[in-house]
């Protein structure tokens, strides 16, 4: 993996992410993923913005402004999946992994897969519709095609987005402001990363040997936090990586932690 505060291009961010599997765009305190912003800055603290002497913000730190244009990039130019798709933060998942990832929903990776998910709400299904038949769409357009508040189509996004129906695509600068998020349907933006989809189980056990080969010694919740998993199933994803002898654990006041066996 890339040296921390080393990543100084888009191609090495790529490389960065492919290097390590899952990494989130900016870190957080509870999700043990090594971040984007750590391979570029150095430093799990944030520095965002440079303020003039009445502190009024006058434009993003270099650091942060590559980063805010690379998280776009990545997923545009398919170097990285991007989206809510598994820890609350924006994931990054480097493309070798886009079936394993894939693979938990148990769907055959079709463009209309979220037709066979039962437990997509009535907005959620539209929004999926209209993204099938429209083409990327940004929120702004999810919420004029299906005629919708933001807050409410915003959730749904959001919702679509861990459950990899829908996935980012780059962005929309046709509108005036800021541009947006594009957003497609996860099977048709990675259409030809879904070729012989593992088998769940297996996949399961390969993310939680991904997490763990990042070094960080972490608890059943920890893996389960970053993947957005029930802490029964991360649990018994440890176990057999343990059985394997892929990793070591011990108790510490009771609870159970894993690492990676040197």
């Known amino acids: 993996m890339p040296v921390r505060g080393r990543v100084r291009s888009l191609e090495e961010a790529a490389s960065f992410v492919d290097a390590a599997g899952l990494a989130l765009v900016f870190p957080k305190d509870d999700v043990v993923l090594p971040s984007l912003w750590e391979a570029v800055a150095g ?14 913000f006058v434009e993003f730190t270099p650091a942060f402004g590559r980063i805010w244009r690379w998280k776009d990039e990545l997923p545009a130019r398919r170097f990285a999946c991007a989206g809510q798709h598994g820890a609350r933060p924006i994931t990054l998942v480097a493309p070798r992994l886009v079936r394993v990832v894939y693979s938990l929903t148990g769907l055959p990776g079709r463009p209309d897969d979220f037709r066979q998910i039962d437990t997509l709400d009535p907005l959620e299904r ?30 749904a996004a959001e919702r679509l ?41 297996t996949a399961r056990l390969e993310l939680a040997r991904c997490v763990v080969a990042g070094g960080v010694e972490l608890s059943a919740a920890d893996l389960a936090g970053a993947l957005g998993w029930r802490r029964a199933e ?3 994803a440890l176990d057999e990586l343990s059985e394997l002898g892929e990793v070591e654990s011990r108790l510490e006041d009771n609870v159970r932690l894993w690492s990676r066996r040197p």
């Open 234 to 236: 991360s649990s018994a």
């Open 161 to 201: 987005q861990r459950q990899l129906v829908l996935t980012n695509a780059g962005l929309d600068s046709s509108e005036p402001g800021w541009p947006a998020v594009k957003m497609d349907l996860f099977c048709r933006w990675w259409r030809s990363r879904l070729r012989r989809i593992p088998p769940a189980a």
């Open 126 to 155: 539209e929004i999926a519709e209209a993204v099938l038949e429209l083409g990327q769409l940004s929120r702004p357009r999810m919420r004029r095609a299906v005629g919708s508040d933001k807050r409410r189509t915003d959730r």
């Open 43 to 56: 430093s799990m603290e944030v520095d965002w913005a440079r303020r003039d002497e009445t502190g009024r």
